[in-house]
Nanobody, 121 residues
Framework: QVQLVESGGASVQPGESLRLNCQAS????????MGWYRQLPGKERELVAT???????VYAESVRGRFFISRDRGENTVNLQMNSLKPEDTAVYVC???????????????WGQGTTVTVSL
């Protein structure tokens, strides 16, 4: 099991920046990938950015060039630096971790509770 706790959500104006943090605990040695998703009421959760243990990253087209994901494996954290925020970035941002364990290999996915980002004038 992996527990994920997010922080850093806030209300900001368009054009401002925020940095989200996610702290992982538990079976962190099994983590192979971490990332951020976001969700609006009544809509499906959508990928924002992910980062693998190798350091390779994936970004949603809507945030590429504005958002940057980073990970500190020693501290078991993943951060999302969000720049040039837009009103359409308003959402609950949820931290995600994927683990691999056992023989045969099994994958599990874990989610945090989310942190709210509001971008408005």
């Amino acid at each position: 099991q992996v527990q994920l706790v997010e922080s850093g959500g806030a209300s900001v104006q368009p054009g401002e920046s925020l940095r989200l943090n996610c702290q992982a605990s538990g079976s962190t040695s099994q983590i192979i990938k971490m990332g951020w998703y976001r969700q609006l009421p009544g809509k499906e959760r959508e990928l924002v950015a992910t980062i693998r243990n190798s350091g390779s990253t994936v970004y949603a087209e809507s945030v590429r060039g504005r958002f940057f994901i980073s990970r500190d494996r020693g501290e078991n954290t993943v951060n999302l630096q969000m720049n040039s925020l837009k009103p359409e970035d308003t959402a609950v941002y949820v931290c995600h971790a994927e683990t691999i364990y056992g023989t045969p290999e099994r994958h599990s996915r874990f989610w945090g509770q989310g942190t709210t980002v509001t971008v408005s004038l």
